[in-house]
């Protein structure tokens, strides 16, 4: 059977050290497969972050990948995951001039539509705030673009995963 790319979800628990992101980034580059997306914070437990990557590779691509994360001193634990096994969202900001907000009847139905919501007004512009799926933000992205998008910006993906995972209780034993 043929070993088909699709999109994983991988989920890397580390303890906060510099230069890991330089590292665990390392390993991606040196198999030449591009990030798609990459966002890291805190975990559920205290001291211990947690690094989100999404990456469109084969199965036995991404098991290789775990295994270099994991052989890496700080890393506690790695997993990874298809979309259907997780909840996952991205965020995206917009900036648009001001004058529009008022002047333009279908900027503020759009808005509406797409379960955005306007963060802040000024003078000279206003910002909409839209958390969803990737495509619900390209989809919002194309609908303002005739207006003029001043600046724009997109979160990596986060997730948690659908299964009741012990990762708790593996990140709890190696706090004590």
Excluded: C, W
């Amino acid at each position: 059977m043929k070993d088909d790319k699709k999109l994983y979800t991988i989920s890397v628990y580390t303890e906060n050290n510099i230069g890991l992101l330089n590292r665990i980034s390392a390993i991606f580059q040196r198999r030449h497969i591009n990030i798609e997306s990459l966002n890291t914070s805190i975990s559920e437990i205290p001291d211990v972050s947690r690094f989100t990557v999404v990456v469109r590779i084969t199965e036995s691509q991404v098991k290789k990948i775990i295994g270099q994360i994991a052989k890496q001193v700080e890393v506690i634990k790695a997993f990874y995951h298809t979309d259907d096994e997780i909840i996952y969202q991205e965020s995206a900001i917009f900036k648009i001039a001001s004058e529009l907000l008022f002047e333009e009847r279908q900027i503020q139905n759009i808005v509406k539509e797409s379960h955005s919501r306007i963060v802040t007004v000024n003078k000279e512009f206003f910002v909409i705030e839209k958390s969803g799926r990737r495509s619900e933000i390209d989809e919002l992205f194309e609908n303002l673009k005739p207006f003029g998008i001043m600046q724009f910006s997109r979160s990596g993906r986060i997730a948690v995963s659908k299964d009741k995972m012990k990762i708790s209780k593996v990140l709890n034993a190696f706090k004590h």
